[in-house]
């Protein structure tokens, strides 16, 4: 079990690191977490943890205890409305903004291991194949390393293709390897991956036409949120789309960015004028 001082602890680590704020009440969650790291460090439990991270921490210790407490969960085509929305209306209409050259930018903030990004190349690669070549570019970011070479690999187990992925695009986009579904080279390539703290500059991460930035800005407190969402503006280009999580609600957007409901999502859009 988990003390409040170890807690204190471990948050203070994770909020100094991350942005991110754990309260009073989330103590499952750290202790949940924190057990599995002590196993796979060969510690007997989560107070071992705690004196070995007091007395003897390192640059290694202090990544994998801000990896175990970072890593959320994600799969393919969640909530499945906002691709909806981007294979009816935000692509046709920003590509008809753009006229017969254009290039379209994507940025997946907070990524974990990649199933969001493919899930947006994939959308492209069925619906709009004119653009899976070189015309356009999906930036896939998170805090962890770990999750961020997992989703470069393109690897995913059976349960993780199961989650949210129809048949159909399995087959047609996926090639077994084992146990394992690998993504095809087409989409994959469509995709890149980098390592970006969403509290820290978006240096040269700037330009998109479309952020998705979901289920993360919860994990906040409302100042860095604030913050967080005052960057995410700045990033889109004129006409671009901003998608949050179904269930957030975002407070502290400019009046620059205007409320769009299409279908059954919620998305804001930054006016061009």
């Not at 959308?123 to 356009?136: M, P, Q, S, T, Y």
């Not at 930035?213 to 969402?229: A, G, H, N, S």
């Not at 769009?260 to 999502?265: E, F, R, V």
Request: hydrophobic share 40%.
């Amino acid at each position: 079990m988990i003390t409040p001082e170890q807690f204190r602890f471990f948050a203070d680590l994770v909020r100094s690191a991350s942005g991110i704020s754990l309260t009073m009440g989330k103590e499952y969650l750290v202790e949940s977490r924190l057990n599995e790291l002590s196993k796979l460090l060969n510690l007997r439990d989560i107070d071992e943890l705690y004196h070995k991270a007091v007395r003897q921490m390192t640059p290694q210790l202090k990544n994998q205890i801000i990896e175990a407490m970072t890593t959320n969960e994600t799969y393919f085509f969640r909530d499945q409305h906002p691709f909806d929305a981007l294979k009816t209306k935000v692509i046709p209409e920003l590509l008809a903004g753009k006229g017969a050259d254009a290039k379209l930018k994507f940025w997946s903030a907070a990524c974990s291991t990649g199933q969001e990004p493919y899930s947006i190349a994939m959308i492209i690669a069925e619906h709009f194949r004119h653009l899976a070549n070189g015309k356009v570019e999906i930036l896939a970011t998170d805090i962890s390393k770990q999750v961020i070479e997992k989703g470069a690999a393109g690897r995913f187990t059976q349960v993780e293709a199961n989650r949210g992925l129809p048949i159909t695009m399995l087959i047609k986009y996926f090639r077994q390897q084992g146990a394992f579904w690998v993504i095809n080279d087409d989409i994959k390539n469509m995709v890149y991956f980098k390592i970006l703290n969403l509290i820290d500059p978006f240096t040269g991460v700037n330009g998109f036409d479309v952020i998705f930035c979901r289920y993360v800005l919860i994990y906040f407190d409302q100042e860095t949120k604030q913050q967080i969402i005052q960057k995410l503006e700045k990033a889109l280009n004129l006409g671009g789309y901003l998608f949050f999580g179904a269930t957030e609600t975002p407070t502290g957007l400019s009046p620059a960015m205007e409320r769009l409901t299409i279908g059954k999502t919620t998305c804001w859009r930054k006016k061009r004028h």
